[in-house]
């Protein structure tokens, strides 16, 4: 496993990062991109895990992950003293409790329809009478609360549910990031994926407001792990498809 290179913290630091002395990391389960766990044994593993244990080495801590179905009860209790960093989506309206690194993957996201469906492109969704299926809280989630006009969201408690009972609550669309729609509809049959997408998720490290130097930490070590490979070594041991890494020094 390569080293992200040489990157050191004082005291201060340290103790922005990890106020309990160990470092806690939110995990959302609900990106199989970015985490997977094995069912049998219950291991943990990604690219996401392989960062969160190469920071900690780096500051001399102990990791505990703080196991999330969704990203957006991972952005609820930013403020809660729950988690110290996490992996998210970039948003708006997150960034109000969250301090972000620049980027360290690029991903699609995209819709889902049933194979019968009339909508053949991203254009064609923001349609009146069209009901969109989305995991609540989720970056696309956000995005599309934004920017679909017509179009009404129906949310789910979490992105693999909305999957499994969009179709059944009578809706023909559902909202996602394209591998796991990708895979499901292969596994399922009866659903296609359409081209294109209809944003690019930015997914970065963050870590509560309030902690400036555990922020300028993070993008320093998001900006050396990109630079060395290391992110891009972790999605190829996780069996990930090729993906986007924006070059260091840029989101």
């Known amino acids: 496993m390569k080293d992200s290179s040489k990157l050191d913290a004082d005291r201060q630091t340290i103790a922005e990062l990890a106020p309990a002395k160990v470092l806690r990391v939110a995990l959302n389960l609900g990106n199989p991109i970015l985490v997977q766990k094995d069912p049998a044994s219950g291991q943990l593993a990604g690219v996401t895990v392989d960062m969160s244990r190469d920071i900690g080495n780096r500051l001399g801590l102990p990791v505990e992950f703080k196991?999330?179905?969704?990203?957006g009860k991972v952005s609820q209790c930013a403020m809660q003293d729950v988690w110290d960093i996490a992996f998210l989506a970039i948003d708006p309206k997150r960034a109000i409790d969250i301090l972000y690194s620049e980027s360290y993957v690029h991903i699609e996201g995209t819709y889902m329809v049933i194979e019968s469906s009339s909508i053949r492109s991203q254009e064609d969704v923001d349609k009146p009478g069209i009901?969109?299926?989305?995991?609540e809280g989720t970056a696309y989630d956000l995005f599309l609360t934004r920017h679909l006009q017509q179009a009404e969201i129906v949310r789910f408690e979490t992105s693999e549910a909305s999957l499994r009972q969009f179709s059944g609550a009578g809706l023909e669309v559902a909202a996602g990031i394209r591998q796991p729609l990708e895979q499901f509809a292969e596994s399922q049959g009866g659903f296609r994926v359409l081209d294109g997408c209809f944003t690019l998720i930015e997914q970065a490290v963050g870590c509560p407001r309030g902690r400036p130097l555990a922020a300028a930490f993070l993008q320093q070590y998001v900006r050396q792990a990109?630079?060395?490979?290391?992110?891009a070594d972790g999605f190829k041991r996780s069996g990930q498809p090729p993906l986007f890494i924006p070059p260091p020094g840029t989101v």
């Open 131 to 135: 009901k969109v299926a989305v995991g």
């Open 67 to 71: 196991e999330f179905d969704s990203a």
């Open 226 to 231: 990109k630079q060395s490979g290391f992110i």
